[in-house]
């Protein structure tokens, strides 16, 4: 791991270490001093990759006081901290339900369901998984009563929606979309019950939590739940407060996905959760997509409307695969538009909670405006289920940087990451350990040590030893070939999310085609390709490709690291000689550079490939080349007219990804291992140096490079080798 994450991974720990109450985690040491719901699931997510015992018992110490007809509430009190936080048991008064816990105090609403996603990963980070079962067939029966609940007290229609009746139900308590339902609510505030806000207390700016006449409507709701005794039905009678709200309803989705898998880990039937999935994931996609916003937006149930404030919410179903692909196409659109950031947009973190072009965005407000880590959290992994991967690495990319350059706050600033609200906050600690575990840890095998071995073991294989030869002439094969690639570009490349779709293209009649091509490579003479640009593309694509060819003859599934020497030893006969994809990335592009970890060249000194050598090397090579893992260039086919422009494309495209982070606050830039690998072709440090300020969008950052040039720290990002699939 950089040891930069790993210096903050230990100090997001040491975090949910200080606020560990000794049977759970407090949100934050001093703002919210006791249990929270959803708070706890987070928790229990970055608690499952370093202490199995804690993330079972901060689930286990929440469901204790979980109601008997199923409901998970709010927030569960500390007796011993009570007297600091408004509302209070004194004053939600659950004793008054026949379903309150008895000899536990909790609030009377309930919170978005992440529960079962968080038990889920518990058992899929544990050390030994077999050792957390027990504790899976306890905590099964219980998250299915939750979300029996919901559907059975919250769902009167039976749509698969469930309904919110308080914003704290949210979790995004005065996010803009409850303005509209809050306002609406004509209320006498001299008939209130007389309470003190503590909240304001607690941070520096009262303009950054909800406002007093948020406050006033939040007690008149927890006024009338008391009223009803927290009786669903006669709540459901009066409540002017009833939303089906996409946050609430796609966390129940995905975490309806968790329980499928979980049952069929302990032996129980998932046919219920499966219908679950199914119901709500389609209610979703039908009922709340709203079709001129391209965008998920909350439905009243007191005006039958969708209220149409267009909040970072309304992203989220991508997370439980409810929009179609072309809803997800519209939301990713909106998604990466200025109003929430766009990719490589100066400036700005990613993605601010509401649309900053709204008169009512607010930079610092609570959830009114600033970038909070779940939320981004879970629309990262949205965006990477449809695919959209470069989006989703770019948020990823913040949530990391946002808390190592500004400190473990609740919630950021968009324009400048200032924290805001309660420090050392829990779930960011939390997520942001996921996060590190989940992105820079995945492979366990040392670079150095896979580099390496690299080339030294595993079998040579030529792949265009084939008998069918093409039918065009030969003197056409150059460009028939790279029509061809280009073919395979278009059907089964995605270039924006820089994947590849290996099981549609192996038994396509392209790929055919695109084999029988490479035969007649045999009879080519690569010196008839004209010009510098013309040969860095014919060299590229040919790198690409070979590279898509080889996994998917050699019948690679997760990462080229299945192949011994995978690079040194996938071949293609080009007239008289033999290439390897490391002699068309060392030897060629690179003219003749000797691979990281390599005592030597490529080409030896008489090896008559030389004059191939394209010299001086474009270092912008390597963000075009793919290598097919994930933390290589997004594939595109490049053309001999255009070749400078999209390397420039790839070049900038690259830095602004997560594979540059620049933190000036500690004097620190991150960067992907490629630079650390090509080095020289850079230029040295001082190339590397140039190269980031001159490709780099965020003027900040260009800045800081300049300004600290002599005393920059540079650190190294772990690659990731898993397929580009
Ligand atoms: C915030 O909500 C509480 C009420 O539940 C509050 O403002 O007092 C929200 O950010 C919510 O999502 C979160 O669970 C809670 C504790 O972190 O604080």
Not at 6 to 23: C, H, M, P, R, S
Not at 359 to 369: C, F, I, L, S
Request: proline share 6%.
């Amino acid at each position: 791991m950089s040891r930069i994450f790993a210096d903050y991974v230990e100090k997001a720990k040491k975090i949910l270490e200080d606020n560990w109450t000794g049977t759970s985690t407090k949100p934050s040491p001093s703002l919210y001093p006791h249990q929270w719901n959803w708070d706890s699931g987070f928790i229990a997510i970055g608690r499952s990759h370093y202490d199995t015992a804690r993330a079972i018992q901060e689930i286990e110490t929440l469901f204790e006081a979980q109601w008997s007809n199923g409901m998970l509430p709010q927030i569960v009190f500390n007796p011993e901290e009570l007297g600091h936080y408004f509302p209070e048991p004194d004053f939600w008064q659950t004793e008054r339900s026949p379903n309150a816990p008895k000899g536990k105090l909790t609030s009377g609403i309930t919170m978005p369901p992440v529960h079962a996603i968080a038990v889920e990963k518990i058992y899929q980070h544990a050390l030994r998984p077999r050792r957390v079962l027990p504790f899976l067939k306890e905590i099964y029966p219980k998250l299915l009563d939750l979300h029996a609940y919901l559907y059975g007290e919250r769902d009167p229609a039976k749509e698969g929606l469930v309904y919110i009746r308080h914003p704290w139900e949210s979790g995004i308590d005065n996010s803009p979309t409850w303005d509209v339902p809050l306002r609406r609510m004509n209320i006498d505030t001299a008939s209130l019950p007389h309470y003190t806000r503590m909240d304001l207390k607690h941070v520096a700016d009262p303009s950054m939590r909800p406002s007093d006449e948020d406050y006033d409507r939040y007690v008149y709701l927890v006024d009338l739940f008391r009223q009803c005794n927290y009786d669903e039905a006669t709540i459901r009678e009066t409540c002017p407060f009833l939303i089906q709200d996409p946050l609430f309803n796609t966390i129940l989705a995905r975490a309806n996905e968790s329980l499928v898998r979980i049952a069929g880990i302990i032996g129980e039937s998932p046919d219920v959760p499966k219908s679950w999935v199914k119901k709500t994931s389609k209610a979703i996609g039908t009922k709340l997509w709203h079709q001129d916003h391209d965008m998920f937006d909350a439905f009243d149930l007191v005006t039958h409307e969708l209220i149409e404030v267009d909040t970072a919410a309304g992203f989220l179903p991508l997370w439980a695969g409810a929009p179609s692909r072309d809803q997800a196409r519209r939301l990713y659109d909106h998604l990466n538009s200025s109003s929430f950031c766009a990719l490589h947009q100066g400036n700005c973190f990613t993605i601010p909670n509401y649309d900053t072009k709204k008169e009512e965005y607010d930079h610092a407000n609570y959830w009114r405006g600033p970038v909070w880590i779940n939320i981004n959290w879970m629309i990262a992994q949205g965006l990477r289920r449809y695919g959209y991967t470069l989006k989703a690495d770019s948020i990823q990319k913040d949530l990391l940087q946002l808390p190592i350059r500004f400190g473990f706050y609740e919630y950021f600033d968009s324009s400048d990451g200032s924290g805001y609200g309660s420090d050392n906050f829990s779930w960011t600690a939390a997520l942001f350990i996921d996060l590190v575990n989940e992105f820079y840890e995945q492979d366990t095998t040392s670079a150095g040590i896979r580099s390496g071995l690299k080339g030294f073991f595993g079998e040579e294989t030529v792949l265009n030893d084939g008998d069918e030869m093409p039918s065009c002439g030969i003197q056409n094969l150059a460009g028939e070939l790279m029509r061809s690639i280009r073919t395979l570009r278009d059907r089964f490349y995605n270039t924006e999310r820089g994947l590849v779709d290996y099981e549609q293209l192996k038994d396509s009649h392209e790929y055919r085609s695109y084999r029988v091509l490479t035969n007649g490579l045999r009879q080519f003479n690569p010196e008839m390709i004209m010009g510098r640009k013309g040969k860095i593309a014919f060299w590229i694509n040919l790198y690409n490709t070979i590279v898509v060819d080889a996994i998917v003859t050699l019948g690679i599934t997760a990462s080229v690291k299945e192949v011994p020497g995978f690079f040194r030893n996938v071949k293609y006969r080009i007239g008289k000689y033999v290439f390897s994809a490391d002699d068309i990335e060392h030897g060629i592009l690179r003219s003749n550079a000797r691979p990281f970890f390599s005592p030597l060249r490529p080409f030896s000194p008489r090896d008559p490939r030389k004059r191939f050598m394209l010299f001086p090397v474009d270092p912008r090579i390597h963000f075009a080349l793919v290598c097919g893992s994930r933390s290589c260039a997004p594939i595109d086919y490049y053309d001999g007219e255009t070749v400078y422009d999209q390397l420039e494309v790839a070049a900038k495209s690259f830095v602004n990804s997560s594979e540059v982070l620049i933190l000036p606050e500690l004097k620190k830039i991150l960067i992907s291992e490629i630079f650390r690998w090509y080095e020289k072709d850079f230029g040295g440090l001082r190339g590397i140096k140039d190269f980031l300020t001159d490709y780099l969008v965020d003027l900040r950052a260009k800045n800081f490079i300049r300004d600290n040039y002599r005393d920059l720290v540079i650190e190294y990002l772990h690659y990731d080798w898993n397929l580009n699939r």
